[in-house]
């Protein structure tokens, strides 16, 4: 007796399944009408997004039905723009140019040989500065570009200027030259550079 309820409770949400599966249906269907209200809504703020993309798309399509339609007045622009292109285009060439040979002139005197400086010997090199900028510098040998190892002799040449009398004391590097010039110290990248023979 009791089964007979419980069968017909079962029959029943068998039953009510399928039209409960087929409410949830209905009430996306009224929900559809609430979205299209809001489109309204929508459609004002896309129509402002809309006006930018149909400008920039609006220059290219014009260019295009111009190019189509007024060809006569496509042509003379296209042709001024070629125009101008070619004349700066060799001026920034030349200015390229000009950067790239650029040469300096410096009056030196004579190189003055040093027979065989032994290594870790002291060097004592004096002249006058040619740069006009005053900096702090090193000494370079002539030869092979060496660095010459400053010793603790080495006097501090800080804020020299053009003109001023300079006298460098250090020590040879081990690889160093035995061909300084004397009287007259290049400075270039902050260092003190002994002109080589030519």
Do not use: C
Not at 137 to 145: A, H, I, K, T, Y
Not at 167 to 173: E, L, T
Not at 188 to 196: D, G
């Amino acid at each position: 007796m009791h089964l007979k309820p419980l069968l017909v409770l079962g029959a029943a949400l068998l039953i009510a399944a399928p039209v409960v599966a087929q409410q949830p249906v209905t009430p996306q269907q009224p929900m559809a009408p609430t979205p299209s209200q809001a489109d309204p809504r929508a459609q004002q703020p896309q129509s402002q997004p809309i006006v930018p993309p149909a400008q920039q798309p609006a220059a290219p399509q014009p260019g295009a039905q111009q190019s189509g339609t007024q060809q006569p007045g496509a042509q003379p622009q296209a042709e001024q723009k070629d125009g101008k292109k070619p004349a700066p285009a060799p001026a920034p060439k030349r200015n390229s140019q000009g950067g790239t040979t650029r040469s300096m002139t410096f009056d030196v005197p004579p190189l003055v040989p040093i027979s065989e400086i032994p290594r870790g010997k002291a060097v004592t090199i004096q002249g006058t500065v040619l740069s006009p900028q005053a900096t702090t510098f090193v000494l370079n040998d002539g030869n092979s570009s060496q660095v010459i190892v400053i010793g603790p002799a080495w006097r501090d040449l800080t804020k020299v200027k053009a003109g001023d009398r300079v006298r460098a004391i250090g020590q040879m590097d081990p690889y160093g030259a035995s061909v300084f010039r004397a009287g007259s110290l290049l400075l270039e990248n902050n260092r003190i550079v002994v002109v080589p023979a030519n």
